[in-house]
């Protein structure tokens, strides 16, 4: 992998489906991020968007039928970059954040390495 990753780097996942999460946070620890906190659902995501300390966040477009909006204004306003995971597509993404990296679900480590790595080149430029 490329040396702009950050060694310990920490990650806010948001996925309501718990085998999902289970394989994102394995993925994540597999290229050397450690999962800070995850949620399953908005109100617990809300919560934790607002006081956990991470580096970036994977958030689940759809979490048990809510946008995930909420979340990413939060994220948002904390100025920390996040990557929506997604099995909509583009056109699935809440329209004020079109312009957001977008994982297609299902994905493979080496495509959320490559977002991971560009998500944060753009962030830190």
Not at 5 to 12: D, K, N
């Given at each position: 992998?490329?040396a702009?990753?950050?060694?310990?780097g920490s990650?806010f996942?948001?996925?309501?489906?718990?085998m999902?999460?289970?394989?994102?946070?394995?993925?994540?620890e597999e290229?050397?991020?450690?999962?800070a906190?995850?949620a399953g659902?908005?109100?617990?995501?809300v919560k934790?968007a607002?006081?956990?300390?991470?580096?970036?966040?994977i958030?689940?477009v759809?979490?048990?039928?809510?946008?995930?909006?909420?979340?990413?204004?939060l994220?948002?306003?904390?100025?920390?970059?996040?990557?929506?995971a997604?099995?909509?597509?583009?056109?699935?993404l809440?329209?004020e954040?079109?312009?957001r990296p977008a994982?297609?679900?299902?994905f493979?480590?080496?495509?959320?390495?490559?977002?991971?790595?560009?998500?944060?080149?753009?962030a830190?430029?």
């Amino acid at each position: 992998m490329t040396a702009t990753r950050p060694v310990g780097g920490s990650v806010f996942l948001v996925e309501d489906e718990v085998m999902i999460r289970m394989m994102v946070a394995d993925m994540l620890e597999e290229l050397g991020y450690r999962v800070a906190a995850e949620a399953g659902e908005i109100g617990e995501a809300v919560k934790l968007a607002q006081t956990t300390d991470f580096d970036f966040a994977i958030l689940d477009v759809n979490v048990n039928g809510k946008v995930i909006s909420p979340v990413a204004d939060l994220i948002k306003a904390r100025g920390r970059p996040f990557i929506f995971a997604t099995g909509y597509g583009s056109s699935g993404l809440p329209e004020e954040y079109r312009d957001r990296p977008a994982l297609q679900k299902p994905f493979q480590l080496e495509t959320l390495a490559r977002m991971i790595d560009a998500t944060l080149k753009d962030a830190a430029a």
